[in-house]
């Protein structure tokens, strides 16, 4: 395109031109080694731009976090050092010492600015808090790393803590130690600090990471919670189960870490970082700064060594070309001037935010003043003295509360040697060596004690007061903390405490009832001498003896509860000068208790505040002695544990007599079965049976006197049970014994049904009438009567009933009546007047009773003696109707067709009963002898239907195995056997997927009726 510049000597403007290019060329190899220096120039002070940056932020917001934390460190260690919190955790049982932390707790909340204050038990258990209404006093914390960190000795754990409204906070915790150094508990407190940390948020790329590599902080909320580098599954399960980081879910970051220091490559952008300690041990301070000014300075620099070459490149052109060149040259430069002016445009900009970065870092410093303006609000609102010396004992700092104490102000003593000024002559010496052994362990005998000294005021006037001490490390120096508290009025009402107490003295030796004072910590300060008289303690036991050593500590509950609630009310109203009378049980130095009356009230001091307790103790042990209410009570009580040793007597013989029994009854049902119809043997088989059957109705006997027999609630008509027992065997042999007895019956005609057992209330009738046989030995006359009646008040010996319907049962005889002093006894097991083994056994009248309760019936029972006695039984009443009698059911009905069945019994001839009876039916049978050995079997086998025993020693029970069996066999049928009446274990198996459950001893046609109902189930 020269040609139309340069129209003339077309020839020599080729030469010119290719000499040009060749110039330029050689020319661009320079220019582009100036343009890589440049661009490597432009990316060393960018970067140092960068670093100075980034230092400057780190420093300003390290300093900020280390503020904010600063105040909770102050708090926790002070609260560490309290006595009432050192108390209260080597005393946790003491209401009144904890009560006091609770108290303490309120008012370090009050005026350290934090949200919450609190002390742990040595187990992690919340004791005392600011927080009690929230319902966390006694929750366990030691899961909490920095309660576990706490007690291992540690201090000073920081964690986060979520909320609903994702408020954000941080815990500081210390151990506190005992007089011994004993670790009693954890002190710890919590603040907010998403107000005080708010310049964070306004500032790029600044996080703060936990020692596991988890943003706690962060001025972008995308990446809280996220793992800035990596972190085990484990141990992120681990932090998402303590909660450290809220509720949030830890969720993994990715980020290049590339091999360079300081350098990161994160999504899309590449970031200079830097990262500090800040706080508790292994949290750091990291903050990120984009590279991409390194990258547009480049641009700049290789578009300036550009913007050279081809001014170079035009220079050389300028030879060659007209003055049209010269004109393309200017507009070039006038180019180049534009860019000039956009690039000093950029930089003009880059200094303006460099300007806002400077305002935001104003803020933080401003932040950073607000809050050592809290910490002052600390020290302003303080009541105790705060003093910190150095090692050398000269003060470091000397709190508001100081200057009403001591009587000098801040200026006065800053830098002062404290004990020279403070304390008295005569104890510079003593102080001299212990701040020579403080400066070179930092630990003395005061420390880690509340002690009471003598101090001096500005005016030369000496005082008492009471100090605690505690150590702290401060520019590898050691430094003292003290807290100091004038106890001037509390010495002078100890004093007149000890006054009043003379006084009355002399009244109180004299008094035929206990006269006592205390102080309010409950220690006796005075206790007259009738306590020997009564509790047996003479004057010398007297000196150690203590309030536990006095009140059980059902008493002692009693106590604290009454005084603390006189001391709310006094400090309600303002009015302590009340009394109160209450009754309360003492311990005697013999160990024996006795009941007392017991007036008590405060002593008040000069200020109208209680300063001690004073009180009367009388001994009223006969008088409650003598109350009935209190022997009626021991003897239901006495009734109770008979009935409850039977029923346990009961139950064990009855299981042990079904097994017995089991031959007996299950046997002739084989045999009959093999044996042709008219054979002479069936009738004596027969008999065999029936009197297995019979022994089994016995057996149910003693499960009724236990309680645990009457399983069966069918419909039946006390008129029909009455006459079943007039007409039976039992009643023909009671009147061979007793000939001279006339029966006399009234029954109601269509007499409602009751619900019941009919072999437990014929058995009940049995008894009743037997009993009114015995009451006549000389012959007489029993009235039996039904009838229908409405029940809607209470009967003798019932609290109350419920209103119904009932049948009843009417027995009355002529006989010669029941003492009224004996009347309450008749039910009781074994209290009876008959001769044992001809007449009775003692039981009659529990069964009847345990007969009657198991029907949700009451009995009623009127006697006098010569006269005779009359029971009246109540039963509710039913509308439904008597079932028809099923006709038994045929062998081929229950018969199997050879499935497999696995029975399951730790008796070897239960068994091999079970197995021969099945095998008659027509199963396939094994048996096994624990519930280990049938897991072992199912493991290798399958079978239809699984017979489990209950009750099975030793090793697992019917109801375990059955569980275990499900396990590796889900959906196996079984059905549950025992000896025992069914129980809660029987019910559970039954909703694991048990079928029926059979009572021992087995039957042909029970246990065949119940496995083919159980094999036919879901077909």
Known sequence: MLHHFLPRRPSRLNGIRSQGLTVIFLTAIPFLVLGG????????????????????????????????????????????????????????????????????????????????????????RLLATNKRGLGFLGCDLSFRPYVRNALAGNDFQYLALGHNEKRRGCYAATPVRGPEGRILGVAMVKVEIDENLVGINKTEHVHLVSPDGVIFLSSDPARLYKDIRPVPAQRRRELQQSKQFGNERLEPLEIDWKSEIGEVSWGDHTFLYKEAPVGPPGWRLLIFRDKSPIFRLRCIMAAIALSIFLISSLGILAFVRTRETARLLSASNSELEKRVDARTAELTKSN???RAQIAEREKVEQALQDSNEVFSAIDAAARDAIIMIDDYGRVTYWSRACEPTFGYSREEMLGKDLHRVLAPDRFHDTFRKALNCFRETGQGEAFGKTIELIARRKDGAEFPIELSLSSVRVRERWHAVGIIRDITERKRAEEELRKSEQKHRLLAENSSDVIWTMDLDLNYTYISRAIERIQGWNGEDCESLTIEDILPPQSLQVAFKRMEAHLAHGEKTGDYSMSDRFEMELYCKDGSTIWTEITASFILGENGKPVGIQGVTRDITERLRSQKEKEELQEKLARSRKMEALG?????????????????????????????EGDPLRGPIETIRESGQKATVIVQDLLTLARRGVTTHSVVNLNRIVDEYLLSPEHQKMLAYHPNILIHTRFEDRLPNIKGSPFHLKKMVMNLVSNAAEAQLGGGEIFIRTESRYLDRPLRGYEQIVANEYVVLRIEDRGEGIPEDQLHRIFEPFYTKKVMGRSGTGLGMSVVWGTVQDHSGYIDVRSSEGEGTIFELYFPMTREEIEAAQAPHSIESYAGSQEAILVVDDVEGQRELAKKILTKLNYQVD?????????????????????????????????DTHRRILEIRPGQKAIIASGFAETDRVKKSQQLGAGVYIKKPYTLEKIGQAIRDELDTGK
């Open 37 to 124: 220096f440049l661009i490597h120039l432009g990316d060393q002070i960018t970067s140092r731009e960068i670093e100075s940056e980034l230092e400057g932020r780190l420093a300003t917001t390290s300093a900020l976090i280390s503020q904010t934390l600063s105040g909770p460190m102050t708090v926790v260690k002070l609260m560490a050092h309290e006595e009432g919190a050192i108390r209260a955790l080597d005393q946790p049982q003491s209401t009144q010492a904890v009560a006091a932390a609770n108290r303490l707790m309120d008012d370090f909340k009050e005026i350290s600015g934090v949200s919450v204050t609190a002390i742990c038990t040595a187990e992690g």
């Open 352 to 354: 303006q935010d460099l």
């Open 648 to 676: 346990l007597l009961a139950g064990g013989v009855a299981h042990d007599l079904n097994n017995v029994l089991s031959g007996i009854v299950s046997y002739p049902d084989l045999l009959l079965m093999d044996l042709p």
């Open 927 to 959: 048996t096994v002898s624990s519930g280990n050995a049938a897991i072992e079997y199912l493991k290798r086998k399958s079978v239809d239907l699984v017979v489990l025993d209950m009750i099975m020693d030793p090793g697992l029970d019917g109801l």
